[in-house]
């Protein structure tokens, strides 16, 4: 299915995509070409930033339009966009090599949550020795689950009692009973199993509760209803689609980022579009997105 519109960016690993209602905005990472874009949507203004080393995941920060609380490979921190400025919660959290900080999202209450990957399982000494984290807005992080190989995929049902989850290369999306009061999860369960080749990345639930979420390697976007059974595919012109949200004014865009990286040069003159950040018009209808700090 092709796109209504594509923004060519040419990402190596775009992910992280997030709308920002209050002004229209749509956001989203190049990962491994450190940059951060900002898209004002409809008129397709587009600024990239530099950021100070890879940047994984980000959401929006309550009271403060000028900054993000921010997922670098590294650990977590405050940063601001247009000058730079970067304020560190905690840098070098992970201490194995070969591990980086990966997607991230803020609750319906206001945290921000964020998963670690393996890159190199050699260096970090196992495959599986990623993490789940969750920053609370008093800064406290907790770890929330361990033994992961590509943390990926985090979303909450609109009620907030289920927490949406998947370790990428299991290719299994889980979920876990949620408390919204206290952040604490219970009772996993597999929630949807894909088949071989195909491997959830980023995702989100619409406004009927439905999860969407973006299948590596398999190029289409899934909507699986609240009961485990897809509901809808979008068939992508790309095989690496990693994140989705909605946003427009009435929320009923779907915007899908891509990445280029590990194509081969047949497959990159295949999939032109590869890199690109696509968009789908009234694809659905999405929820707003929540801010660190705020509590809805």
């Known amino acids: 299915m092709q ?27 190049d990962v491994q070409g450190k ?29 403060d339009r000028k900054k993000l609380i921010c997922a670098f490979e590294s650990g977590f921190a405050f940063f601001w966009p247009t000058s730079g400025d970067i304020e560190w919660i905690r840098r070098h959290l992970i201490d194995l090599p070969g591990v980086r900080l990966n997607d991230g999202r803020v609750d319906r209450q206001g945290r921000f949550w964020a998963g670690s990957m393996v890159e190199d399982g050699k260096q970090a000494g196992a495959p599986d020795a990623g993490m789940l984290y969750r920053i609370d807005q008093d800064l406290t992080i907790t ?3 361990t033994g992961l190989h590509i943390s990926n995929g985090l979303a909450w049902s609109l009620a907030s009692t289920t927490l949406y989850f998947c370790d990428s290369p299991l290719r299994e999306i889980r979920a876990y009973e949620f408390d919204p009061e206290s952040g604490e999860t219970t009772n996993r369960q597999s929630f949807y199993q894909f088949e071989e080749g195909a491997y959830p990345d980023g995702a989100t639930v619409d406004a009927a509760g439905n999860l969407w979420s973006a299948i590596w390697s398999a190029g289409r976007v899934e909507c699986i209803d609240q009961c485990g ?16 949200c909605f946003g427009g004014p009435d929320l009923t865009t779907l915007f899908v980022t891509t990445a280029k990286i590990q194509l081969s040069e047949d497959q990159l003159t295949d999939q032109p579009l590869a890199g690109a950040l696509l968009i789908y018009e009234k694809a659905g209808k999405g929820v707003p997105e929540n801010a660190f700090g705020s509590n809805k």
């Open 143 to 145: 770890p929330m689950e």
């Open 229 to 244: 059974a897809r509901v809808g595919t979008i068939d992508l012109p790309v095989t690496q689609p990693t994140c989705v």
């Open 3 to 29: 796109p209504s519109h594509a923004i060519s960016v040419n990402n190596l690993l775009g992910e992280s995509v997030t709308w920002r209602e209050h002004d229209q905005s749509l956001w989203w990472t």
């Open 35 to 63: 940059q951060l874009y900002r898209l004002q949507y409809p008129a397709m203004d587009l600024t990239n930033y530099e950021v100070p080393e890879r940047l994984a995941s980000f959401g929006f920060v309550h009271g």
